[in-house]
């Protein structure tokens, strides 16, 4: 047993359900990682998700977790407006993190846990590790190789849609498990579609183009109400938002995180240079191969299921890049196998974001401090 982490859950809503409790509940990890505790503020709900997922504490408050719950790390899956604090205290105590995005929302935040961290000799996974997939890899090399001729400009982003509203734990009945309230991605602090969705463009983004410089940005709230069980939803976090983002020599980027619409394919960056473009996952319209892209298409979790660590049943469970995050700070912990994962990059994008919003209510660019 001392050579398996102990990982205590925080929050048992959509993504725990989802992308952590069943992962690290299968039998071929449990040489590695074992649910020691989940924690959640709703009443029985901790309960329900460790019955249901065998999980071997459950409690209604984090302090009561990581008083007693006999963990050695958690997984930070609560409203993203809470993170910084949430990781704090489990520095303080004595644990590892993964936060799943994102990890703070400002980078003085993520600062202060990155120095606290080190300090304390504990380690910090900061999903979503986009650099994994080896599609991503693939196009950096790509475009380091000048297969696009000199690179112009990128664009990235996403959308919220009604996708909160819609998904399956959100639209239950009685079940306390399927009956989350989606209100907080709607709401300040963490709230709003840079800090849920278009995270995981930006991480690819500076994954593959390397450190941002400055931004500029145009942001505000366009859908000021959302209905969620027939009870309306005040908005006030923003939700229509541009980011122009320059990497330096002129290479510049733009970034949406909207309402609705998309200018590229899913979360994907699209690349343009003066000999052609990478959108999606093709090079001038034809298929870019890469490690397994030839096994993609027959491949449950599709491009998911070439991550590292998803064998076996993990093909079959949703959210398996956030199951590949948390093993990555697993191997971390048991062998000091470190991760591209890092609080630095996490950091980074998480400073994109808030200069993003304070250019866009003072109207100056932003210089940028991280890399």
């Given amino acids: 047993m001392s050579n398996i982490v102990r990982m205590g859950v925080v929050g048992a809503g959509a993504i725990a359900q989802r992308g952590i409790l069943p992962h690290l509940s299968q039998q071929d990890v449990q040489d590695r990682v074992r649910l020691g505790a989940v924690c959640d503020p709703v009443p ?27 963990v050695d790390a958690v997984s930070i899956a609560s409203p993203i407006g809470l993170h ?95 009956n989350v309230d989606p209100s907080w991605y709607f709401r300040s602090p963490g709230g709003g579609p840079l800090y849920d969705m278009t995270v995981y463009a930006l991480h690819t983004l500076t994954g593959i183009l390397g450190s941002a ?10 859908i000021a109400e959302r209905e969620w069980r027939g009870a309306l939803v005040p908005c006030d976090a923003h939700d229509n938002t541009l980011i122009l983002i320059d990497f330096g020599n002129n290479v510049f980027a733009l970034a949406h995180g909207t309402p609705a619409g998309r200018i590229s394919e899913g979360f994907a960056p699209s690349f343009f240079g003066t000999r052609g473009a990478i959108v999606g996952q093709k090079l001038n319209g034809a298929p870019i191969e890469y490690p397994g892209s030839d096994r993609v298409a027959e491949l449950p979790g599709g491009v998911q299921s070439l991550l590292p660590h998803v064998v076996g049943p993990h093909h079959e469970i949703m959210e398996q890049h956030v199951y590949e995050d948390i093993m990555q700070l697993v191997d971390w912990i048991r062998d000091g196998t470190p991760t591209i994962v890092s609080a630095e990059h996490a950091r980074h994008v998480i400073e994109i974001i808030e200069a993003g919003y304070r250019a866009a209510a003072t109207g100056v660019a932003q210089e940028l401090t991280t890399s």
């Avoid at 000048?146 to 399956?168: P, R």
């Avoid at 410089?213 to 366009?222: H, I, Q, Y």
Wanted: proline fraction near 2%; hydrophobic fraction near 35%.
């Fill in 44 to 70: 029985g709900r901790a309960q329900a998700a460790a019955e249901k997922y065998g999980v071997t504490h459950a409690f209604t408050t984090y302090e009561e977790l990581l008083e007693h719950g006999d």
């Fill in 84 to 178: 910084f604090e949430q990781g704090r205290m489990a520095l303080e105590a004595g644990k590892h993190i993964h936060f799943n995005k994102t990890m703070t929302t400002t980078a003085d935040e993520a600062t202060t846990l990155i120095e606290m961290a080190r300090a304390r000799g504990l380690k910090i996974v900061a999903s979503p590790g986009e650099m994994l997939r080896p599609h991503n890899q693939r196009i950096r090399q790509l475009i380091t190789d000048g297969a696009i001729g000199d690179l112009c400009w990128a664009v990235c982003g996403a959308s919220f849609g009604t996708y909160h509203q819609d998904e399956s734990e959100f639209r239950g009945g009685s079940d306390v498990l399927s």
């Fill in 213 to 222: 410089r400055r931004v500029t940005a145009l942001s505000g709230t366009r």
